[in-house]
């Protein structure tokens, strides 16, 4: 069992909807939740970084909320465009050394005319 | 641009040859990652290398090797591969303690 996991697999807009993406996670202890857009064939790129204390970041037309008691995040997006056709993917950080990056498997986004 | 640089972009080889993957992380990243990205799953951490040693491993097979060079860059050895090891395989760089990791745009391995 993954322990990040994301909802839904894969999501079909209309461009100018708005859409939320949700991730649920299980490990701990974590320093910090990420949410990654990851263009077809193109490596993650950060979109926002959220500490455990943190409830909200924002950035631009990406809204991110963090529930730490109840291990869920979600990512909304406004006025969606094309461009934002892509894989968003939760990474979960945890503290200490090694390995710090948990990744979600990713909802695949399509925004469509 | 990100600054990781990975190369090649695309592979194609045969089951049982080897390959080599190079990154060249950002200018003045000590950590170099690697990641597995197979059909539909999420990214595997491989390997973690800071200014040039082992820190820590992951899932990593026996067959893969990585090392971390003077210069910084990194190289990832596939051996004797399988066509489950068809892939991107992604790397990325971090300066140590700030967390922020940047990746690269990743190489794209085919196993036929």
């Known amino acids: 069992k993954n322990q990040v996991e994301q909802s839904p697999q894969s999501l079909i807009i209309l461009e100018g909807k708005n859409c939320t993406l949700q991730?649920?996670?299980?490990?701990?202890?974590?320093?910090?939740l990420r949410w990654y857009k990851q263009d077809t064939g193109r490596g993650p790129v950060s979109l926002t970084i959220m500490t455990f204390s943190e409830n909200t970041k924002s950035n631009g037309r990406y809204t991110a909320t963090l529930d730490a008691d109840t291990k869920q995040s979600s990512l909304h997006i406004t006025a969606s465009q094309l461009s934002d056709s892509a894989s968003y993917i939760c990474?979960?950080?945890?503290?200490?050394?090694?390995?710090?990056?948990?990744f979600g498997t990713g909802t695949q986004l399509k925004v469509e005319l | 641009d990100s600054g990781v640089t990975q190369t090649p972009k695309h592979l194609i080889t045969a089951t049982g040859q080897r390959v080599t993957l190079r990154c060249s992380p950002r200018?003045?990243?000590?950590?170099v990652y690697w990641y597995q990205q197979s059909l539909d799953q999420g990214l595997q951490f491989l390997i973690h290398?800071?200014?040039?040693?082992?820190?820590a491993k992951g899932n990593i097979l026996e067959r893969f090797s990585a090392q971390q060079f003077p210069d910084l860059h990194s190289e990832l050895n596939l051996s004797s591969l399988e066509l489950g090891d068809s892939a991107l395989y992604f790397c990325?760089?971090?300066?140590?303690?700030?967390?922020?990791?940047?990746f690269g745009s990743g190489t794209r391995l085919t196993v036929v």
């Open positions: 990325a760089s971090s300066v140590a303690g700030t967390g922020h990791y940047t």
């Open positions: 990474v979960v950080i945890l503290t200490g050394g090694g390995n710090k990056l948990t």
């Open positions: 200018s003045g990243d000590l950590s």
């Open positions: 290398y800071y200014n040039g040693e082992e820190r």
């Open positions: 991730c649920n996670y299980t490990v701990s202890p974590f320093s910090n």
